[in-house]
T-cell receptor
């Protein structure tokens, strides 16, 4: 089946630093990848949609200069949290849509970010 | 506008008894509907999906869901719960119109299974 990986699985960083999270589709090509944020015991909130070779589309209320998204290839998208603050601590989950698929998205295992 | 409401934040059942997780949706377009499961420290796994074909959808691990347009519901059921079913379950809606495939998640239902 379609597998999506994320790296790292967890990261701790200090306030003011930047953190990069990678999302890879391992056995399929993904023209579209999605980044979600999940607070403890809450649902997933879509942050942005990333299309290969073009700029990401951010959801309302998500700062594009703070959450930089790059989708340079059909198998890799990255999310960089710039100048991280404690309120950015969360569980970040990516998903990828197969080129030929319908609406189904395959989800990565998530990355837990803790900003101290 | 599209939205999804999971009617129960927590459901607790005994092992071997039926499971019912309720979901209602709102969509301006013919929607795709999904149920995902999230186990602790693991990624979301697709249980089943409805995409305008058969209204009764069978998924993995013995789960199934029935799309009822008149009731705008997509409840998830399983005849007999297993301890390994304990997890967080998300009902998800996505409109089909124009290839737009944004997923909108419900708040989630935490299923506990007791021996």
């Amino acid at each position: 089946g379609a597998v999506v990986s994320q790296h790292p699985s967890w990261v701790i960083c200090k306030s003011g630093t930047s953190v990069k999270i990678e999302c890879r589709s391992l056995d399929f090509q993904a023209t579209t990848m999605f980044w979600y944020r999940q607070f403890p015991k809450q649902s997933l909130m879509l942050m942005a949609t990333s299309n290969e070779g073009s700029k990401a589309t951010y959801e309302q209320g998500v700062e594009k200069d703070k959450f930089l998204i790059n989708h340079a290839s059909l198998t890799l998208s990255t999310l960089t949290v710039t100048s991280a603050h404690p309120e950015d601590s969360s569980f970040y989950i990516c998903s990828a849509r197969e080129q030929k698929g319908l609406n189904e998205q395959y989800f990565g295992p998530g990355t837990r970010l803790t900003v101290t | 506008a599209q939205s999804v409401t999971q009617l129960d934040s927590h459901v607790s059942v005994s092992e071997g008894t039926p499971v019912l997780l309720r979901c209602n949706y709102s969509s301006s377009y013919s929607p795709s509907l999904f149920w995902y499961v999230q186990h602790p420290n693991k990624g979301l796994q697709l249980l089943l999906k409805y995409t305008s074909a058969a209204t009764l959808v069978k998924g993995i691990n013995g789960f199934e869901a029935e799309f009822k347009k008149s009731e705008t519901s997509f409840h998830l059921t399983k005849p007999s719960a297993h301890m390994s079913d304990a997890a967080e379950y998300f009902c998800v809606v996505s409109p089909l119109s124009g290839g737009y495939n944004k997923l909108i998640f419900g708040a989630g239902t935490r299923l506990a299974v007791h021996p």
